[in-house]
């Protein structure tokens, strides 16, 4: 066969018998395990990828290797891809077949990514792609562009893949003043990590407190449908046919008895509002305090008629903090104070502020984390770092006729 001849239909011959080939792996051997690339596997065969993008450039007068780094191969893998990933977010995925799905599930079309069509699609592209990357290394500075993109998305793609067996995510539970070291699997096993936490303070600031008025035989806020909410820091002190005037306001609170509260510092404590309220229709007048308690302290509300009540819906969590201190295996010690979207990183592992006991509030004796460890990060990073440097010399390239015109 000449080399010419090596095309888009030969080429989308070879990847339909690719796939044939794996759902035949699929049904006679079952469902691939995705773990079998776990370290040190996958960099192994990352190398021997390289390797063999290497060797390319010696035997590149072979027709064979000429059309492993050539285009037509690479649209009609880029195709197949694209079509087993619309199948994948197309239909309900799971992480093993299951015997309901039927030939389907069986085919692996189910559990995608770990089956036999999209793995052997999946490593063919990353040969491919290195054979298309290396094949520029001849005259680089020729195609220094082509080289950073390719090079970019093979980095970015063996990250994704070759590394996802390498990937862990955890969530664990820490009490107040304990260390903790020990997760759950999926399959509830106790697992010890390489990194202990502890939680040294768990600390919640709430958003001022909202009012309504509920209906006292149905509990619902009114009106129905379109309830009426009154912070209290706004300036519009008015629910329904009820001025309101806020005339004590404590952030943290605790019953001083015969009604009264007072302020303080003591953990249980809840917000709590004295409001005076006047009737603008019948010029009735009221003055209480409320307060949404807690898990430890009772809910205080203000009667406002025979029908009506005005309460304090729960506050809302503004910002939650925890004043941690890890400990890895290797001797690393670092503390840090964790909020959301503020990760902590240590040894390789990415902490994140997770969770905490809803229904205590403030009073939550722990505090939950997200730990993440992706060994393949950085070489993520370094992927999407040339492909920018690639985008930009895209654009160089597309300006220069203009500027010497």
Same mark, same amino acid.
């Given at each position: ?35 079998? #690339?776990? &370290?040190?596997?996958? $960099?192994?065969?990352?190398? *021997?990828?390289? +390797?063999?993008?290497? %060797?390319?450039?010696? @035997? ?15 649209v009609a893998l880029i195709l ?45 592209? #990353?040969? &491919?792609?290195?054979? $298309?990357?290396?094949?520029? *290394?001849?005259? +680089?500075?020729?195609? %220094?562009?082509?080289? @950073? ?79 009426? +909410? ?94 941690i201190k890890v400990f890895t ?77």
């Open positions: 066969m000449a080399a010419h001849n090596w095309q888009y239909r030969e080429s989308l011959v070879a990847v339909t018998a690719l796939i044939v080939g794996g759902f035949a792996l699929q049904l006679s051997l079952g469902p691939l395990n995705p773990y079998f #690339l776990h &370290s040190p596997v996958n $960099a192994c065969l990352a190398a *021997l990828i390289i +390797l063999w993008a290497a %060797l390319s450039l010696v @035997l590149k007068k072979y027709r064979v290797v000429q059309w492993l780094s050539g285009v037509h191969l690479a197949a891809l694209l079509v087993l990933s619309l199948i994948m977010g197309l239909t309900p995925q799971f992480s093993r077949p299951r015997p309901e799905g039927g030939l389907f599930s069986r085919l692996g079309l189910t559990s995608m990514t770990s089956s036999w069509p999209f793995m052997l699609v999946y490593l063919a592209t #990353l040969v &491919s792609l290195a054979m $298309a990357a290396f094949r520029r *290394l001849a005259r +680089l500075r020729r195609n %220094l562009v082509f080289f @950073l993109n390719h090079a970019g998305l093979w980095l970015v793609l063996a990250a994704a893949g070759l590394g996802a067996a390498d990937r862990a995510r955890h969530i664990m539970h820490v009490e107040e003043g304990q260390v903790e070291w020990r997760v759950y699997s999926q399959d509830r096993q106790v697992l010890e990590l390489p990194l202990a936490i502890r939680l040294d303070d768990f600390d919640l600031e709430e958003y001022p407190p909202k009012l309504a008025v509920i209906d006292r035989g149905t509990g619902a806020p009114l009106p129905e449908g379109r309830p009426e +909410l009154y912070q209290v820091n706004q300036d519009t002190p008015r629910l329904l046919d009820w001025d309101l005037t806020v005339l004590e306001y404590f952030y943290r609170a605790v019953p001083a008895g015969e009604g009264q509260y007072k302020e303080t510092a003591r953990p249980d404590s809840a917000q709590a509002v004295k409001v005076a309220v006047k009737n603008r229709r019948t010029g009735e007048e009221r003055q209480g305090w409320v307060t949404a308690g807690n898990r430890f302290l009772p809910p205080s509300h203000l009667a406002l008629n025979e029908g009506t009540v005005l309460v304090m819906s729960r506050p809302e969590p503004k910002r939650f903090t925890s004043k295996q290797d001797g690393q010690e670092k503390e840090a104070v964790l909020e959301v979207n503020k990760p902590l990183r240590i040894g390789g592992w990415l902490i994140y502020q997770y969770g905490y006991d809803n229904q205590a509030g403030r009073m939550s004796s722990y505090s939950s984390f997200e730990l993440v460890y992706d060994p393949w990060l950085y070489v993520a990073y370094a992927g999407l770092a040339l492909g920018t440097l690639g985008a930009l010399g895209l654009i160089y390239q597309g300006r220069r006729p203009k500027e010497s015109a």
